[in-house]
């Protein structure tokens, strides 16, 4: 195994360990997103091949786990290379027009390009990514260096 691979192993061990409950069907939960070039419901996710519990599984990551925050956090800051001059981090707000779903929690009014009945905003709620690359200029995603 080469080093590289040695050290993605140890921070997806040291991750997992960080999930709390339901962390076997939250750790494919969070592979499956991260392999899925495009995702077009959320039980889609349940037909990625690193999934690969039954599509209920999905609702008991979400519901069950309950990860260490403040500790993945610093796990995750502590693998961004700081001997970079200059690091590119791109985000993406991605609003996911929910109209008519009344009831959804986290219901907000989102802008978009799209017009639903004659207007840009709408309600519905929205995906957020925030991606870091210090090695392959241009391209998003989180690169772990040593």
Not at 47 to 52: A, E, G, N, T
Not at 95 to 107: F, I, N, Q, S, V
Request: glycine share 6%.
């Amino acid at each position: 195994m080469t080093q590289s691979a040695k050290k993605l192993q140890q921070f997806r061990n040291e991750a997992y360990q960080l999930l709390g409950r339901a962390k076997d069907a939250t750790f494919e939960l969070m592979d499956a997103v991260l392999l899925s070039r495009n995702v077009y419901s959320f039980a889609e996710l349940s037909l990625s091949p690193v999934f690969r519990r039954k599509w209920p599984s999905l609702y008991e990551a979400i519901d069950d786990c309950r990860p260490n925050r403040h500790k993945l956090m610093k796990l995750y800051l502590a693998k961004i290379p700081t001997t970079l001059q200059r690091p590119i981090i791109a985000g993406d707000h991605t609003p996911l027009p929910r109209p008519e779903a009344p009831t959804l929690k986290d219901r907000t009014y989102e802008h978009g390009a799209k017009v639903i009945s004659g207007k840009p905003i709408t309600q519905g709620t929205w995906l957020q990514y925030i991606g870091l690359d210090s090695v392959r200029k241009g391209k998003l995603g989180i690169t772990i260096t040593a």
